[in-house]
């Protein structure tokens, strides 16, 4: 089955610390790997993709396929970092169709 | 400049009554997507086109229909709204590409009273 946990729906921390939203995954296969954010009042959007191996906004992730995890990391957190943050797997057939974990609200207090 | 956009942001129906939600791109992306999202739950995809090629989920139930008139504009039609339809519904494209970039539109909440 393919499947995309996240185990913690809400995050809290202060401002300066460090911040690991985590992501697990069940596929079979190579899988596509994205991290996808909602601020508030705005849409969802891509926030980063696995194959780029890229930081974003401070914001890095490492696909671990021995432990099937995805988990997204910052080393200081901002109060603009506040939002919603899914994960998601390119689910298998059709055309780069999305699964998402049920999501992360990371709350960044000052 | 919003490239995914949906109509309306709100929508209020009645129990049974038919609905149909509107999506429009400018994006010119060849795969356009409905996805359903319950209060704290993840986005669930309902179906997908690819062009006009019609891609249902296999739990997608049969109460859901959708159009792609053309490439721009695709429809969500609920056709007799239960007060578990209640949710919202997300638009999304992108091209037809490995590791590709979806773009989402600000959804429609649906509220079935």
């Known amino acids: 089955a393919q499947r995309v946990t996240q185990p913690e729906k809400l995050l809290s921390v202060f401002k300066g610390a460090p911040v690991e939203l985590k992501c697990n995954y069940s596929y079979s296969g190579s899988p596509e790997l994205f991290w996808y954010v909602q601020y508030s009042r705005q849409r969802l959007q891509l926030l980063l993709r696995?194959?780029s191996r890229e930081s974003i906004k401070g914001f890095t992730a490492d696909l671990n396929k021995g432990e099937t995890s995805f988990h997204l990391k910052k080393p200081f957190a901002q109060e603009e970092d506040s939002a919603m943050y899914y994960c998601a797997l390119v689910g298998a057939g059709g055309y780069n169709k999305l699964i998402f974990g049920a999501g992360t609200r990371l709350a960044v207090h000052p | 400049d919003a490239m995914v956009i949906q109509n309306p942001r709100y929508q209020v129906t009645q129990f049974g009554k038919p609905v149909t939600l509107s999506c429009s791109q400018t994006l010119n992306h060849n795969v356009m997507y409905w996805y359903q999202q319950k209060s704290s739950q993840a986005p669930k995809l309902l179906f997908h086109y690819y062009d006009k090629d019609f891609n249902n989920e296999a739990d997608t139930p049969d109460n859901f229909q959708s159009r792609r008139p053309n490439t721009s504009f695709c429809f969500l039609d609920i056709r007799s709204p239960g007060l578990g339809d209640a949710a919202m519904y997300l638009c999304?494209?992108?091209?037809?590409?490995?590791?590709?970039?979806?773009?989402f539109g600000q959804g429609t909440r649906l509220t079935v009273v």
């Open positions: 696995h194959i």
């Open positions: 999304a494209t992108s091209r037809a590409a490995m590791n590709t970039e979806a773009f």
